[in-house]
């Protein structure tokens, strides 16, 4: 029996999620479809500049799996753009890690689109904003190549 997939997390906020070349009707394009965990490693590696370990650790994956991840991507994007084809960002199996709180009483996490007065575990009042693991620590950057 296959392993049921974990949630991958996902902490960016995309502000689109279609690109076509500017030109052509979309009706004339062929799609690819890019997930949002696919896109959120691309952000976590190549513009944050994480190493993929640390990547990996935000994204609650094994770097393995991250690696995995951006070499897909990197494959989806690079085909649209050789191609000239259309990217949708849609799906996977993610957990958004936006309005994410914390509760010290009973030590749950929860997500919820509104401010929360109080915890849904144990109704404490004493709830805070959670930090998205790996968020605040000190972020390495690769050096530059062939400089």
Do not use: W
Request: net charge negative; aromatic share 6%.
């Amino acid at each position: 029996m296959v392993r049921p997939r974990l949630r991958r997390r996902v902490a960016g906020e995309f502000g689109a999620t279609f690109f076509k070349p500017a030109g052509i009707p979309v009706r004339e394009l062929e799609t690819v479809n890019l997930t949002f965990d696919e896109l959120e490693a691309i952000r976590l590696t190549d513009l944050e500049g994480l190493y993929q370990a640390d990547a990996a650790e935000q994204m609650n994956v094994s770097r393995q799996t991250l690696g995995n991840i951006v070499n897909s991507a990197h494959k989806k994007i690079a085909e649209a753009l050789i191609k000239g084809m259309a990217i949708k960002i849609e799906g996977g199996t993610v957990e958004y890690m936006h309005n994410l709180y914390y509760c010290p009483a009973c030590e749950s996490t929860f997500q919820s689109d509104d401010s929360e007065e109080s915890c849904p575990d144990c109704n404490s009042d004493k709830i805070e904003p959670a930090e998205v693991p790996g968020v605040q620590r000190h972020r390495h950057q690769r050096g530059k190549k062939g400089v």
